[in-house]
């Protein structure tokens, strides 16, 4: 598996089994909201005690006395949750969460039991946190022509702020360009356009995956490779998965 922990973000958007242990271990900035054993995953694992960590990026899930039959589930593919009465290996029949999931072209369906009678925080805690994370995409995400300008002036996320706001900024792709204002916060980096602020992009830090000048023409650029998985489409303003912006004044 060629996976970086340093490198973009991986562990919300994909859907994983028996992974190594170093891959269960948090990246940088992945946080537990709650663990929880034991939890049976009763239909891939039934009759097997483990336990559930649901962080703000996954859900992991791993046998207790054997941790490397284990599986996480990237919020991002999870499509729905609710729950579900099922036939337990360990609990006969009783009611368990059961969250629907898509990655790549497959669908999957977990069923979660918790053998604690009368227990349903692993449902609370799942569901509250999908919920979140689904309210929260704005900070992950790239958007091409969203939403996201009113009056020339950036819908600001909460808790975010402004570092840079910057006229005659092109957006370049290939040989053709269009005009408009760069706006760097702390949350993402910003471009509209000028004579159509519905012309944009919103790019959260998170897939950005490197930042370097050059010069492909007689004015500098700054170009900003992006991350292939967090590319929704090939818009009109991107090349190879790149963007490229630069000063419409000032040449050197």
Known sequence: MAKAKSGAVWEDREVLFDLPFAYLKLRAGEKIFDRIEPIEDTKGNSGTKGRMVVTNLRIIWHSLSSPRI??????????????????????????????????????????????????????????????????????????????????????????????????????????????GTLVVTNVRVVWYAEINDAFNVSMPYITIESVSSRSPSVIPSLAKPLCSSCVPHPGATFSDSELTLERGFDPF
């Open 70 to 179: 284990n599986l996480s589930i990237g919020l991002n593919c999870i499509l729905s949750t609710s729950t579900k009465v099922v036939n337990s290996g360990l609990r006969g029949t009783t009611q368990a969460l059961y969250v629907l999931a898509a990655y790549k072209t497959n669908r999957y369906e977990f069923i979660f039991t918790n053998l604690s009678p009368n227990c349903v925080r692993h449902y609370t805690s799942v569901t509250g946190v999908h919920k979140a994370y689904a309210a929260s995409r704005m900070y992950r995400d790239l958007k091409l022509r969203g939403a996201i300008i009113h009056g020339k002036q950036l819908r600001m996320l909460p808790q975010e702020k402004i570092c840079l706001h910057e006229h005659s900024i092109w957006n370049l792709s290939s040989d053709s360009g269009n005009l």
